[in-house]
Nanobody, 126 residues
């Protein structure tokens, strides 16, 4: 069974950066598409980034394009979300998710993913 554990969240000021990490265990990361999602209080979970395996296509939400970058190190079974120029609207719980069949197009959804991390809080506030 695939397990995902996020880390790296915290409290930052507007304009600052954070890098979230997600450690994947149970199976080689190589086979899996990886999604990053976030959920703010009272809102639905929304997709941030979705990446096919083996250097395939990455879909990035318009709201974070140019500021957030997803990456992965398959040899280390690690995935990352680099978040720059954060603003208060980025405040949410962030989740990584994995599934072999996900990220086939830009219309990806949480229901496409079978394995999830526990989530990590990111708060952007002055």
């Amino acid at each position: 069974q695939l397990q995902l554990v996020e880390s790296g969240g915290g409290l930052v000021q507007p304009g600052e950066s954070l890098r979230l990490s997600c450690e994947v265990s149970g199976n080689p990361l190589t086979y899996y598409a990886i999604g990053w999602f976030r959920q703010a209080p009272g809102k639905e979970r929304e997709g941030v980034s979705c990446s096919r395996p083996s250097g395939g296509t990455t879909y990035t939400a318009d709201s974070v394009k140019g500021r957030f970058t997803a990456s992965r190190e398959d040899a280390k079974n690690m995935v990352y979300l680099q978040m720059n120029n954060l603003n208060p609207e980025d405040t949410a719980v962030y989740f990584c998710a994995a599934d072999i069949w996900a990220c086939r197009n830009s219309d990806y959804a949480p229901s496409d993913f079978g394995s999830w991390g526990q989530g990590v809080q990111v708060t952007v506030s002055s």
